[in-house]
């Protein structure tokens, strides 16, 4: 007889049935066991940006101490998550015993590669798997067999890679430098997709990005590929800039998609017959990759570059002006400048203009308005100066020019903005000649002296002593702390003999305990750094709903939690993070990782609206 049982975190219920299948199995003692550990891979053979499973099955028990450590794997694969499930063999009454964790990998490069060899301590001893071998390629893989595993190593479902996949369309491959390149990711699938979500975006090195406005639901539409039909989607689009000439690469992005299949493993007769196909339906995670696209950026011609040209390349116009062309001295004028064209406009910087000495000139404020269009982004960057004449005259402000590259003719061109007179009145300072600047803003600030003009506050200096308000604070203090001394005396009281009210009141002062004892883990075991916090959540969530953390089922205190008031939203980001830290915990060696600081800053926003939802 085998019995095998899959545990996740909380499963109770698990743990009993299997303890009871131990125990009618095998009356007497279980018979000692030799400590083993062996590697498996789902499938020998995958494709680039397809996902693969490591499978590290440790015999002889059902728990470890310490994670199992995976070789550094970085150069090929890019961890996804990670889980475990334990097994129990009883033959012939001998009792056998083994946990495997399953992590889930994505392969990023091709070629032939050797998985080295895992270490799992098992008390004080250490024992080493043998090393496997994984083959990427772009050639599709091997027709599983019977039972065989695909996907996510789920025996006898296939998605293969022209049912689902992820192409990187973009505008063109050959542009000059700066010239901007419109990129969109879309999703194509034959087979039924749930959610999905961007597991690793690609690093623009090379360029300057700009992310497109996405609708929260992308747009659906039927397409016909190489004969058969698919539903497709656009996940993201941006706009690139390059920022120097040569050959710049594209990294694919991964998506992990939650695909609805078919589960034919158990009950597919009565399935067919009673039409339980939604019963039967499950959820499989599957992970494509787009292909890396490479472009070339030409550098920008040097002929005929004018000598106020600054990189731009694009269409650009430029207008100044004055919100007022008479002024007095010592009084401030607004002048505007605005750039309006297309291309990368957010990286221009503010005209260097030659102000008349009469002039002091603060640093300008900018502001965009930019969207959308034409293959690329327009709209216009503008910048106010503020102006303060110190002395009269007619004074001039000379034009604006700037310069740009138009890729589409392959020129560069020019645009100028119509000089500007602005009329002085008033004298100039005593003392002073035209042209006189004070040195900073500051000086203008010392000038000032605010005169004060509150009304000013009378205290009386006789009255009676009763009619004084600190008399009576002193009068009425002690019943006031004999009260409070009683009030105190009866929580503690509770708090002895009331397991459940004492619970309740010091969760989350228990909770913070042990989110403060992870932060001091934070620069050293990221492993005990996600245990810490995850028991902190999970502390908290046990003890204000009065349940025993090592029973605590996420779907029981999950519907416990809502008829106490806490909001979906609140519970949804609890087990989000809860998630995040198994998974964490379960990274090899030197994967990307959140920043501890803002994991605990996340973890305590989540304390803080639980404990005050389950208070209200």
């Not at 095998?26 to 590697?39: F, I, K, M, N, Y």
Request: hydrophobic share 40%.
């Amino acid at each position: 007889m085998t019995v095998v049982s899959r545990l996740g975190r909380g499963s109770l219920w698990s743990s009993l049935f299997t303890l009871w299948i131990i125990a009618l199995g095998s009356p007497g003692a279980v018979l000692a066991q030799e400590v083993g550990a062996r590697a498996f891979l789902s499938a020998s053979q995958v494709g680039v940006g397809r996902q693969f499973v490591l499978n590290v099955e440790v015999s002889g028990t059902q728990q470890l101490e310490t994670d199992p450590v995976l070789p550094d794997m970085e150069e090929f694969a890019g961890f996804l998550s990670a889980g475990t499930s334990t097994s129990i063999q009883i033959v012939n009454g001998r009792t056998s015993m083994a946990i495997t964790y399953q992590y889930r990998f994505q392969a990023l490069q091709e070629g032939t590669f050797e998985i080295g060899p895992v270490s799992v301590t098992v008390g004080d001893r250490t024992v080493r798997t043998e090393p496997v071998t994984l083959v990427v390629s772009d050639a599709p893989p091997p027709s599983p067999g019977p039972g065989a595993a695909a996907g996510a190593g789920d025996p006898g479902v296939v998605v293969s890679p022209e049912d689902l996949f992820v192409e990187t369309d973009v505008s063109t491959t050959r542009v000059f430098e700066n010239e901007p390149i419109t990129v969109e990711y879309r999703i194509f699938t034959r087979v039924p997709v749930q959610t999905y979500t961007i597991t690793t975006l690609p690093q623009a090195t090379g360029f300057w990005s700009e992310e497109l406005e996405q609708p929260t639901s992308p747009q659906t539409q039927q397409v016909i590929r190489d004969g058969s039909e698919y539903l497709t989607a656009t996940i993201r689009r941006l706009v690139l800039f390059p920022t120097g000439p040569g050959t710049r690469t594209l990294d694919p992005m991964s998506v992990e998609a939650q695909v609805r299949v078919r589960d034919r493993r158990a009950f597919d007769a009565f399935a067919d017959i009673f039409d339980f196909s939604s019963l039967m339906d499950r959820r499989l995670p599957v992970v494509v990759a787009s292909q890396p696209v490479t472009v070339e950026v030409l550098p920008l011609p040097v002929e005929g570059r004018p000598a106020s040209f600054a990189g731009h390349v694009g269409s650009l116009d430029v207008a100044a002006s004055l919100d007022s062309d008479a002024v007095e001295t010592n009084e401030a004028v607004t002048l505007t400048v605005e750039y309006s064209g297309t291309g990368n406009l957010r990286t221009l910087v503010p005209p260097d203009i030659e102000f008349p000495v009469e002039f002091e000139a603060f640093p300008p404020e900018p502001s965009d308005r930019i969207s959308e269009g034409g293959g690329s982004l327009q709209g216009s960057r503008t910048w106010e100066y503020v102006l303060i004449p110190r002395a009269p005259g007619e004074l001039r402000i000379p034009p604006v020019e700037v310069s740009y590259f138009d890729p589409a003719s392959g020129q560069y061109g020019s645009a100028r903005s119509q000089p500007l007179e602005i009329t002085v009145s008033g004298e100039a300072p005593a003392g002073e000649g035209a042209g006189a600047v004070p040195a900073a803003v500051e000086t203008l600030r010392e000038e000032i002296r605010f005169i004060r003009t509150g009304t000013p506050r009378f205290r009386r200096t006789d009255g009676s002593l009763f009619a004084m308000g600190a008399f009576w604070v002193v009068l009425l203090l002690p019943l006031v702390a004999a009260g409070g001394a009683l009030v105190l005396r009866r929580h503690r009281d509770r708090l002895e003999g009331d397991v459940a009210y004492a619970r309740v009141r010091r969760a989350r002062r228990m909770a913070k305990k042990r989110l403060a004892r992870a932060r001091g883990l934070a620069s050293g075991d990221p492993r005990e750094f996600y245990a810490e916090v995850a028991g902190a959540l999970q502390g908290l969530l046990a003890d204000k709903l009065n349940i025993a953390e090592a029973g605590l089922v996420r779907e029981d205190a999950g519907r416990i939690a809502a008829r106490r008031g806490v909001s979906a939203e609140t519970l949804a980001r609890l087990f989000a993070c809860l998630d995040d830290c198994d998974r964490q915990r379960f990274a090899p060696a030197g994967a990307d990782r959140e920043p501890a600081e803002k994991v605990l800053e996340r973890a305590a926003a989540i304390m803080g609206d639980l404990a005050r939802e389950l208070s209200a």
